[in-house]
């Protein structure tokens, strides 16, 4: 004899299983939502162009002057999200290239010295791979309708090292006040460096808890969480003033 599913023969018998199935759906959906609405993609860390650079400078002097931002330069943030529902993370990333500012190097004994330095992104431009996701960081964590602006000064000259001038990629860390969220941090960031006669590329990022900066990590109604680290990471293009 075939056997048919044995139906709920109470209200709470039924009761419970469109619960089921509610849960099911609403399973469901938020699996649909997290991987349209809030895709897994994102873009990579930036790198320094793979372009190749002009001649080796030759001397710090040939750099000795003022610098500004130039075309393609861009920052941005990158923090890794998860759904309540679902074990999988991803990293959202939003970038902007509205940076202004620009750096003065000075010829000291023959070795390039950044002397000054002065950076202003305009977050509320950051844009991401979704439109709900900009808005939210207009309001909750970034607050970048109350504080539309995140800057940078450096506060230590920086001195690099001699074989920058041969167009060698170098490492090196440099310190500065960081202003995010309208609180100012005086940190030390590791960037790279490549230097040519035409323009002075530098990339690099930092890790940060987001109570650093005086910022909660964002949670869209329980749905979307945010982890407790955020990244500040940008890519600078800095040509002759």
């Known amino acids: 004899m075939r056997w ?20 099911a759906v609403v399973l469901a ?12 993609s994102s ?20 750099l000795a ?5 130039g075309a393609g330069s861009q920052a941005g943030y990158r923090v890794r999200e998860k759904l309540a529902f679902l074990p999988a993370l991803s990293d959202a990333v939003g970038r902007t290239s509205a940076i202004t500012g620009g750096a003065t190097f000075s010829d000291a004994g023959g070795r390039l010295t950044a002397t000054a330095a002065s950076f202003v992104i305009d977050v509320e431009t950051l844009k991401s791979n979704e439109q709900l996701r ?34 060698a990629v ?24 490549r230097l040519s006669t035409s323009r002075i590329q530098a990339v690099g990022s930092l890790t940060f808890p987001w109570g650093e900066f005086n910022m909660t990590a964002p ?14 990471e940008f890519d600078l293009d800095l040509r002759r003033a």
């Open 43 to 62: 873009p990579k860390p930036f790198a320094l162009s793979t372009t190749t650079v002009s001649s080796p400078v030759g001397s710090a002097s040939a």
């Open 134 to 167: 900009d808005e939210h960081i207009r309001t909750i964590g970034l607050q970048s309708a109350t504080y539309p602006k995140a800057t940078f000064i450096l506060a230590t000259p920086l001195m690099l090292p001699a074989n920058a001038l041969t167009g």
């Open 170 to 193: 170098v490492d090196v860390s440099v310190t500065g006040v960081v202003t995010i969220h309208g609180t100012a941090r005086r940190l030390t960031i590791p960037l790279q460096l």
């Open 29 to 40: 959906g938020a699996a649909v939502i997290y991987f349209v609405i809030f895709p897994t």
């Open 65 to 69: 002057g003022d610098w500004t931002i």
């Open 4 to 23: 048919l599913p044995r139906r709920p023969r109470t209200k709470r018998g039924v009761l419970a299983a469109i619960a089921v199935a509610l849960v």
């Open 219 to 232: 949670s869209v109604g329980g749905f979307v969480n945010v982890t407790d680290m955020a990244t500040m």
